[in-house]
């Protein structure tokens, strides 16, 4: 779990093709283009120089939504003003070492109130967590920072709050207190761990949600982001 130089050498590779394959979802995202040309979008920004990963990727209106966290098929629905698309991207060099990078676009106009809540929570929940992120942090020294904002709104969460990353996903698992979903075991970051912390509020209803977050190394002074991408609700 914990990474070598030369490992992390190979990490930032994969993360500077990850945030490529953001830049351009970010370029192609249009009324019109549909979900699966998107998915053609991404995945040909970096192929001539690393491997498809996997991708997490879905769009719905912000005034009518019917999507709580993107999907990992993509549809041929077209994109439309007001749209939100929310995905999660993670593209690895040849040695198999990805990044990881969870963001939501807004399509047209500014963001509804309802999905900047949505998104405020999960930044908030982002920067919380990664205070806490040093060398002998516990599972519960995540969940005192990352269940109140969700739980006390009577919101929940579809996806772990962070989990470990390397080739593959590895412990920790953590939630929230209240999600059964997860099992929150005890844990004890260390330097030199790397994780992902993914805040992704769902709304009551489970009809709307917010992926955030990217991948982060755990050093001896804390938690650094690995990422160069903005950390911003994006609006094309």
Not at 188 to 199: H, N
Request: net charge negative.
């Amino acid at each position: 779990m914990k990474k070598s130089d030369e490992e992390l050498d190979a990490i930032k590779e994969g993360v500077e093709l990850t945030d490529k394959a953001m830049r351009a979802l970010q370029d192609t995202a249009k009324p019109g283009i549909t979900e699966r040309e998107l998915k053609a979008e991404i995945m040909s920004s970096y192929i001539a120089e690393g491997e498809y990963f996997f991708q997490l990727l879905g769009s719905t209106s912000m005034t009518d939504p019917d999507m709580p966290y993107p999907w990992e098929h993509q549809s041929n629905r077209s994109i439309q003003n007001g749209d939100v698309i929310l995905t999660e991207i993670s593209a690895r060099n040849s040695q198999g070492y990805s990044g990881q990078i969870l963001r939501g676009i807004a399509v047209g106009s500014e963001p509804t109130d309802h999905y900047q809540e949505l998104y405020d929570v999960g930044e908030q929940i982002f920067y919380d967590v990664l205070d806490v992120l040093e060398p002998g942090a516990t599972t519960q020294d995540v969940l005192e920072v990352a269940s109140p904002p969700i739980e006390d709104r009577g919101w929940t969460i579809h996806a772990p709050i962070i989990h470990g990353w390397g080739l593959g996903i590895q412990r920790p698992l953590i939630g929230s207190r209240n999600e059964g979903g997860f099992p929150n075991a005890p844990f004890e970051f260390e330097a030199g761990q790397t994780v992902v912390v993914e805040p992704n509020p769902v709304a009551a209803d489970e009809m709307s949600g917010m992926f955030l977050g990217e991948y982060v190394h755990i050093t001896n002074s804390g938690a650094e982001r690995l990422h160069d991408y903005p950390m911003e609700f994006i609006q094309v």
